[in-house]
């Protein structure tokens, strides 16, 4: 039995180390890339090879050739305006779908699971004739319109506020609480997990997209920072395999920082957001 036992954890621990190369494996080894000069192989054994002089200069070459302070102001722009939309949007949605007794909610949950079923490129041409039309062409609020809510993010919160047990909203009824304070006092303090989730959710669809960008966005000063990044593998500035790592790492790092900041908050608002789902 102890044999069996030992066997089973040294199993987990295998599959867990394995995840664990596979999903840290590619992010180490730009870095290393990003840290090399250009002495040293980025191709081949090598590529994986830990810098043996570390250097910083590709990073400034990225600062120096595209405007990453511009691209940053904008992806943070539609980050921002990304998650207030869809914490406004979803938590009063998901509240409405979440209260029993209007006709209605379940066929409103049903299109909304529905629409999820599709993806975006099915749709991107009638968004792009519409954005065109409300005259949003290279403008952020194009690139963010789309995305104003997410259905996910609905379902989401529906979830945690369903798990909200009935006796805690009875009460406060009882205490004379109207539906906006019941909403304000009750339910969104116990749904603050699930609202992080969303937060954190929304904030990484809104920084990595790129397709969507793309199209929307014509000029230089309004590309957002994956957009911007792009330019670093065009034929005007030559192709520097270092210099394009550099400029990855440097997108990763603010999601890197928000996850690491509110991991703890995140898992509990997954597990909460899980209940009733």
């Keep these: 039995m102890i044999a069996r036992k030992r066997l089973r954890l040294a199993g987990r621990y295998a599959v867990l180390l394995s995840v664990t190369v596979v999903m840290v494996?590619?992010?180490?080894?730009?870095?290393?890339?990003?840290?090399?000069g250009q002495n040293e192989s980025v191709y081949g054994n090598g590529s994986f090879s830990v810098p043996t002089h570390p250097t910083l200069h590709n990073f400034a070459a990225v600062m120096k050739r595209i405007p990453v302070w511009t691209y940053l102001k904008n992806s943070f722009t539609v980050v921002g305006m990304s998650i207030a939309s869809n914490l406004v949007l979803a938590t009063?949605?998901?509240?409405?779908?979440?209260?029993?007794?209007?006709?209605?909610?379940?066929?409103?949950?049903?299109?909304?699971?529905?629409?999820?079923?599709?993806?975006?490129?099915?749709?991107?041409?009638?968004?792009?004739?519409?954005?065109?039309?409300l005259s949003l062409i290279d403008?952020?609020?194009?690139?963010?319109?789309?995305?104003?809510?997410?259905?996910?993010?609905?379902?989401?919160?529906?979830?945690?506020f369903a798990a909200v047990p009935d006796e805690?909203?009875?009460?406060?009824?009882?205490?004379g609480a109207g539906e906006w304070r019941r909403f304000t006092r009750v339910f969104l303090p116990s749904a603050r997990g699930a609202m992080l989730?969303?937060?954190?959710?929304?904030?990484i669809g809104a920084w990595d997209?790129?397709?969507w960008p793309f199209i929307v966005l014509r000029s230089d000063h309004s590309f957002t920072l994956t957009l911007?990044?792009?330019?670093?593998?065009?034929?005007?500035?030559?192709?520097?395999?270092?210099?394009?790592?550099?400029?990855?790492?440097?997108s990763v790092i603010?999601?890197?920082?928000?996850?690491?900041?509110?991991?703890?908050?995140f898992y509990k608002g997954v597990e909460a957001g899980a209940v009733k789902m």
């Design 92 to 133: 009063t949605g998901g509240y409405m779908l979440s209260r029993p007794g209007w006709r209605g909610a379940k066929a409103v949950f049903l299109v909304l699971v529905i629409s999820m079923m599709f993806p975006f490129e099915s749709i991107m041409i009638s968004l792009f004739i519409d954005i065109r039309d």
């Design 254 to 265: 603010p999601v890197l920082i928000l996850f690491i900041a509110t991991q703890r908050w």
């Design 168 to 175: 805690v909203e009875e009460a406060a009824v009882l205490d």
């Design 197 to 203: 989730v969303v937060a954190i959710t929304t904030f």
């Design 139 to 160: 403008k952020l609020t194009g690139v963010w319109l789309p995305g104003v809510v997410g259905a996910f993010n609905v379902l989401i919160m529906r979830a945690a």
């Design 25 to 36: 494996g590619p992010l180490l080894w730009q870095l290393f890339i990003a840290l090399k």
């Design 209 to 211: 997209d790129f397709l």
């Design 228 to 250: 911007g990044l792009a330019r670093l593998q065009s034929t005007s500035f030559g192709f520097d395999e270092r210099t394009v790592m550099a400029g990855s790492i440097i």
